[in-house]
């Protein structure tokens, strides 16, 4: 019921920058959170960033001054530019939303995934 597209992933050097997007469709109601999450290689996924539909941000410390998440309400569309990448920070990223949808009989909470783009940080 809501799809999460995500694209801006790729191969990047050390202090590059890049920038996510991640869209989301279908039958929204409301979009209470969106987010961005991380997979390295033997890790377990991590909160990178997150907003709220008041726009309130929260951020793991290892991206603090270095990423930042903002939110296109129109679109329900959250990017994440990403500044001073290191070798670290390669990983798969992960769009998530906490959304309200609308049903035959109502609406419901739901958490959605995207499928990841990978970020890879490297000379």
């Known amino acids: 019921q809501v799809q999460l597209v995500e694209s801006g992933g790729g191969l990047v050097q050390p202090g590059g920058s890049l920038r996510l997007s991640c869209a989301a469709s279908g039958s929204i109601f409301s979009i209470n959170v969106m987010g961005w999450y991380r997979q390295a290689p033997g890790n377990q996924r991590e909160l990178v960033a997150r907003i709220t539909n008041g726009g309130s941000t929260n951020y793991a410390d290892s991206v603090k001054g270095r990423f930042t998440i903002s939110r296109d309400k129109a679109r329900n569309t959250v990017y994440l530019q990403m500044n001073g990448l290191k070798p670290e920070d390669t990983a798969v990223y992960y769009c998530?939303?906490?959304?309200?949808?609308?049903?035959?009989?109502?609406?419901?909470?739901?958490?959605?995934w995207g499928r990841g783009t990978l970020v890879t940080v490297s000379s």
């Open positions: 998530n939303t906490e959304a309200t949808v609308r049903t035959s009989t109502g609406y419901r909470s739901l958490e959605v």
